[in-house]
Nanobody, 124 residues
Framework: QVQLVESGGGLVQAGGSLKLSCAPS????????MGWFRQAPGKGREFVAM????????AYADSVKGRFTITRDNANNTVYLQMNSLKAEDTAVYYC?????????????????WGRGTQVTVSS
């Protein structure tokens, strides 16, 4: 069983930036396709970004494209989500997820392991 631990959430003003981190408790980050999802109050969980296990491909939800960047640091065994130009509608709990089958999917049900989430609140 792989445990994922997110960090880096907080309160920020609109237009500001935050950087989320996610590290697995075991195995190396490059073993998985990694994803970030978020869930706003009263809404379902939605895809935000993903990074192919090879590190060669990235994908983003249209709502965050151009503002968010997913990266991986193999030396620190950590995946990051850099969030710039934050908007009030980005307020949500952000979850890190790992796909052990190395699919290339924006569907949350294709991800095997999940963190507990970190709260991001953007004030307008």
């Amino acid at each position: 069983q792989v445990q994922l631990v997110e960090s880096g959430g907080g309160l920020v003003q609109a237009g500001g930036s935050l950087k989320l981190s996610c590290a697995p408790s075991s195995r190396t980050i490059s073993s998985y396709t990694m994803g970030w999802f978020r869930q706003a109050p009263g809404k379902g969980r939605e895809f935000v970004a993903m990074l192919h296990w090879s590190g060669g491909s990235r994908a983003y939800a249209d709502s965050v494209k151009g503002r968010f960047t997913i990266t991986r640091d193999n030396a620190n065994n950590t995946v990051y989500l850099q969030m710039n130009s934050l908007k009030a509608e980005d307020t949500a709990v952000y979850y890190c997820a790992a796909d052990g089958e190395r699919l290339w999917s924006t569907n949350q049900y294709d991800y095997d392991y999940w963190g507990r989430g970190t709260q991001v609140t953007v004030s307008s």
